[in-house]
C-alpha cells in the first residue's frame, strides 16, 4: 500500500511543479467561470444602478428607495455613471443636479434623468427604479399634503410610518411558465458556470496530462519503475490513484475558488465532493487509456484537449443543457459530462439528496469501472512492451 500511495504522490508533484500547468490549471478555469456567469447568469442578481449627483436629501432618498427595491447602489461621478452604463457594468444610471436637489428640498416635482444598458436586465432594472422613485414622490406628496392641512411637519413622518404599518401589505404572486426561468429562478449568478467549467477541466485536464505517461515510457521511467521490487498490480494501482488524485485536485480547486472569488453555492459539499470523486475516476480512466494507445505526447495534448472540448461541448461543460433540444440533451447523456452536470444541478438547484442523485452516480459508476478497466489494461500492456 506504501508503494501505491508513494507512485501516486509522486504524480502529483510532477503535475504541480509543472510551470505549463499554472495558467491552464488555475487561472484559465476561474476565467471562464466568470465569462459564463455573465453570459448565463444575468439574472443572479436584484440589479445594478448607478447615481451621480451631490449630497443631498434627495439622493440620500433616492438611494434608500432604491435600496428597498432590492437594488445594488454606486455612487459615483457622472462621467464614471455613463461609462459604466455603457460597458453593462450597471443596469440603470440616476442623474441628480443641484437645482432638482434643492427643488425637492422646497417641496416641489422633481425630474430624475434615467439612462438603461442594453443589457437583458436592463429593462427589468429600469421598470423598478422607476417604481421606486414613483414611490419616493408619493411619500413626499403625502408629507406635503398633511402639512398643508395643518399637521406638524416634525410629526408627519412617524404619523406616515404609522398607517403604512397598520395597513396589510399587499402580496403578488408571479408564476413564471417559462421551463428554463423556472430552473435558474434564485440560482446565483456564476453557480451554473462553476460546475460546467469543473467538469471541463477535470475531464481536459486528465487528458491532457496523459502526454506524462508516454513521457515515462520513452524516458526509461516506466521500465526502472517495473524493475523495483514492486508488483506490476501496485505500479498499475499507483498510476490509477495518481491519475485520479490529479483529478480530483483540479475539481476541489475550482470548488474552493470559485466559492471564495464568486460566492458560488454548491449545496450539500459531501454529495457534490462525492459527484466530483466519481467524475475524476472516470476522468482517470479515460486519460490513462489515452496515454496507453498514443506514443508521441505532442498528439496526446493534442488529441486529449480536442477529445475533451468535443465531450465538454456534447456533455454540458460549455453551456447549460437546458438551453439544448430535446434531441441534443438525449444525444449528451452518452457522455460523463451530462450525468455528472445533472447530478451537481440536482445538489445545487433543487437540494437534492443522496437518493435524489443515486441514478446519476449509477451511470457515472459504470462509466468509471469501464474506464479505469481499460486504461488499466492497455496502459499496463503498453508498458510491458516498452520494456
Known sequence: MRAIVTIARTELLRFVRDTSNIFFVFIFPLILVAVLGLQFGGGG?????????????????????????????????????????ARGSSDVGLF?????????????????EMIASSSQNGPAVQQRVTSAIEVLSLGRAEADALVGAGADAGAVPDALDAARQSVPATTVTVTDVDAIAQEFSGVGQFEVGAASQLLLFVFLTSLANSSSLIAARREGVTARSMAAPIGSAQMMAGLSLGRWVIALFQGVYIMVASSLLFSVGWGNIWL????LAVFALVAAGVGMLLGALLDNEGAAVGVGVGLGLVLAGIGGGMAPLEIFSDTMRQIAHVTPHAWAYDAFASIVRHDGTLTDILPMLGVLAAFAVVALALGTWALRRSMLRAM
Open 96 to 112: 441628480i443636479t443641484d437645482d432638482e436637489a434643492a427643488a425637492y428640498d422646497d417641496g416641489q416635482a422633481v425630474s430624475v
Open 45 to 85: 442578481g436584484g440589479g445594478n444602478v448607478s447615481l451621480a449627483g451631490a449630497d443631498s436629501d434627495l439622493r440620500d432618498d433616492t438611494v434608500a428607495a432604491l435600496e428597498a427595491q432590492d437594488l445594488e447602489v454606486t455612487v459615483s461621478e457622472a462621467d464614471y455613471v455613463r461609462n459604466q452604463v
Open 272 to 275: 457534490s465532493a462525492l459527484v
